[in-house]
């Protein structure tokens, strides 16, 4: 048996459990059209929220456009949050399988990973999905194997649907274009700014004094929000 060895990444198993913590009169801006800011921008929406989101990069062209979208919770710590998380996340990919599969990409089926060393009890994760087991059969040089039905998104086609579910279903807006500063978009009347911007975020946290970049300790001002 060819091995494969799953890369872990936590993200697929987070998106569908974004709080909504701002009220329901606010102008809140997103920054960021990845995976993150639409799935923000949709919930926001679906509870009634005025939102825009603000977009340098848009779906072929995203981080989230080259991602393997592996629904892989191994590496978060089993805490409550990341049990919710997890559960909340799998939840909605299993009724976006059964109910708009094509249109959004998402399907199930059985993935498998590969351990080098012993794992120690089964993880936090196993009672969330389907069809979890150990492997009794362990091929060389690996310790042990963990089998489970996980989703398995086509990303591509699963970032365009949740743009398209935005724009045209929800009537979202985006507007294209790099924000150079939290302050400019709080001056356009947006009371509550969520900063999905990836790996860009670091960047746009740096506020220019005088010539120098500098991380500001209290951000936002004025009583607005900062997600
Ligand atoms: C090769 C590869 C494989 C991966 N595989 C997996 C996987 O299997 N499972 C998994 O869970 N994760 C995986 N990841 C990680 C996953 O892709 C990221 O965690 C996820 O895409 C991050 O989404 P995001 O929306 O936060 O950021 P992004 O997709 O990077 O989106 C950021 C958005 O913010 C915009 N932006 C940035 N700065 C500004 C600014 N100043 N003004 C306006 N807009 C701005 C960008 O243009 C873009 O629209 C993988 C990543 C890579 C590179």
Not at 26 to 43: E, F, M, N, Y
């Amino acid at each position: 048996m060819k091995a494969c060895e799953l890369r872990r990444f936590p993200f697929f198993t987070r998106i569908a459990t974004m709080g909504v913590m701002a009220s329901n009169q606010t102008d809140i801006a997103v920054i960021g059209a990845g995976v993150v800011g639409l799935s923000c921008a949709i919930r926001l929406r679906e509870a009634g929220r005025r939102v825009t989101v603000f977009a340098e990069r848009r779906t072929p062209n995203t981080t989230s456009d080259k991602s393997g979208a592996i629904f892989s919770p191994f590496r978060m710590p089993g805490q409550a949050a990341a049990l919710e998380w997890t559960r909340a996340s799998h939840a909605a990919f299993a009724e976006l399988a059964a109910t708009r599969s094509v249109e959004s990409g998402v399907t199930f089926g059985p993935m498998r990973e590969f351990f080098r060393a012993p794992v120690d009890g089964d993880p936090w994760w196993a009672g969330i999905v389907r069809d979890y087991e150990r492997l009794r059969d362990v091929p060389a040089p690996y310790a042990d194997v963990l089998r489970a039905v996980l989703p398995k998104i086509i990303v591509r086609r699963y970032i365009q649907w949740l743009e398209s579910r935005f724009i045209q279903e929800l009537h979202g807006r985006i507007e294209d274009g790099r924000v150079s500063s939290f302050d400019a978009v709080f001056a356009r009347g947006f009371d509550t700014i969520i900063n999905c911007t990836g790996v860009g975020a670091a960047a746009l946290r740096r506020v220019r004094i005088g010539r120098c970049l500098a991380r500001p300790r209290r951000l936002p001002r004025r009583a607005r929000s900062m997600i």
